[in-house]
């Protein structure tokens, strides 16, 4: 996949996550299974991959409702994040790698709304990982 500057990738944060499999896998088509470990579920339509889901909760959710997170492709999330402020923004989560996906931060516009970039890993970059 390589479309730097679009939207490539969403997923549901949610506190109710057996209502909405059931919502979205009645009103859509979607199924869901989960990805290597912890409670990440893939979306998925027509045998792809479409989106994620991930169970929210806690005391650093408290207050926070459910939301769809949408990230956007990028290059070189490094330099980008490093931009950010300085271009009237704010860094909400720092680049961190995610296995067999790439790197991934939260930054939020100068009108604070909340956008994830994501840098997608090389090929070699899977191969070296393993």
Same mark, same amino acid.
């Given at each position: 996949?390589?479309?730097?500057?679009?939207?490539v990738?969403?997923?549901?944060?949610?506190r109710?996550?057996d209502?909405?499999?059931?919502?979205?896998s009645? %009103? %859509?088509g979607?199924?869901? *299974?989960?990805?290597?470990?912890?409670?990440?579920l893939l979306? *998925? *339509?027509d045998?792809q991959e479409v989106?994620?889901?991930m169970?929210?909760?806690g005391d650093v959710?408290e207050?926070?409702?459910?939301f769809?997170?949408?990230?956007?492709?990028v290059e070189?999330i490094?330099?980008?994040?490093? *931009?950010?402020?300085? %271009?009237?923004?704010k %860094?909400?989560?720092?680049?961190?790698e995610v296995?067999?996906?790439?790197?991934?931060?939260?930054v939020?516009?100068?009108s604070?709304?909340?956008?994830?970039?994501?840098?997608f890993a090389?090929p070699?970059?899977?191969?070296?990982?393993?």
């Amino acid at each position: 996949m390589n479309r730097p500057g679009h939207f490539v990738w969403n997923e549901l944060l949610t506190r109710k996550v057996d209502e909405v499999k059931r919502f979205y896998s009645s %009103l %859509l088509g979607w199924e869901f *299974r989960h990805w290597e470990e912890g409670n990440y579920l893939l979306i *998925r *339509r027509d045998d792809q991959e479409v989106g994620g889901l991930m169970p929210i909760g806690g005391d650093v959710w408290e207050g926070v409702p459910n939301f769809w997170m949408a990230y956007i492709q990028v290059e070189q999330i490094d330099q980008l994040v490093g *931009r950010v402020e300085e %271009l009237g923004g704010k %860094l909400i989560e720092p680049p961190m790698e995610v296995p067999g996906v790439g790197r991934i931060a939260i930054v939020a516009d100068p009108s604070g709304a909340v956008v994830g970039l994501i840098q997608f890993a090389s090929p070699s970059d899977d191969s070296q990982a393993g």
